[in-house]
């Protein structure tokens, strides 16, 4: 199983730029999660779906952020227009729904200059 | 407000010996814990976790403690390998079958050989 996949894994960017991260769950779970991991705060979520619908997305920081999960293997988060405090890791998490564990994929590090 | 707190953000500790790592949470509701390893440029995996009906789990040199009434929870690793050195994640949920998990900042350990 090739488990959590995220692209890009590095992105650089300027203020102002839309960025979007994507992410696919391993085949089969039903339950994805993004999160945000800074020194300050650890790791954070930002919202989590089940059979692709959102579930809570209270951990989304502000409108600038969304994310979508078109089908059952494809995610995306999204950030317009990105600001140096978005700078961070983000993490994508699949688990199948009703399970405890979560697998998290390699991450994407992003820098907003 | 972290709910979730890891108050050490690092530990060192000799090959051989026990490592403790300490979590303490705030909110009563939390009944089911995780323990995640994080090692650099990769995603957190999991560890061991522990249900709050229990006050105890084992798994080989890992072995959660949970005292409820302090609201804490404790990670002892048995003999400590240079391998181990890692950032540890505490995490908690209020279960009711969401998996919505609260992550503390994490403990980096390290294990002197």
């Known amino acids: 199983d090739a488990g959590v996949i995220q692209s890009p894994r590095h992105e650089v960017t300027e203020m102002g730029q839309e960025v979007t991260l994507r992410c696919k769950p391993i085949?089969?779970?039903?339950?994805l999660f993004w999160y945000r991991q800074t020194m300050m705060r650890g790791l954070e979520l930002l919202i989590y779906?089940?059979?692709?619908?959102?579930?809570?997305d209270s951990g989304m920081p502000e409108d600038r952020f969304s994310a979508k999960m078109p089908n059952a293997s494809f995610s995306t988060l999204k950030i317009q227009p990105s600001e140096p405090r978005d700078s961070a890791v983000y993490f994508c998490?699949?688990?199948?729904?009703?399970?405890?564990?979560?697998?998290f994929g390699p991450g994407t590090r992003l820098l907003v200059l | 407000d972290q709910q979730v707190k890891q108050n050490s953000p690092s530990l060192s500790v000799q090959e051989g010996r026990i490592s403790i790592l300490n979590c303490d949470y705030t909110?009563?509701?939390?009944?089911?814990f995780l323990w995640y390893k994080k090692y650099p440029a990769e995603g957190p995996t999991f560890l061991i976790s522990?249900?709050?009906?229990?006050d105890k789990n084992e798994d080989g040199r890992f072995t959660v403690f949970l005292n409820k009434s302090a609201k804490h929870l404790s990670l002892h690793i048995v003999p400590s390998q240079p391998g181990d050195s890692a950032v540890y994640f505490c995490?908690?949920?209020?279960?009711?079958?969401?998996?919505?998990?609260?992550f503390g900042t994490g403990t980096r350990l390290k294990v002197l050989a």
């Open positions: 998490a699949s688990s199948l729904m009703g399970k405890e564990t979560q697998y």
């Open positions: 085949s089969g779970h039903n339950s």
């Open positions: 779906f089940n059979n692709n619908v959102p579930i809570d």
């Open positions: 909110n009563s509701m939390f009944d089911y």
């Open positions: 522990i249900s709050s009906i229990k």
């Open positions: 995490a908690a949920s209020a279960t009711s079958g969401t998996y919505k998990y609260i």
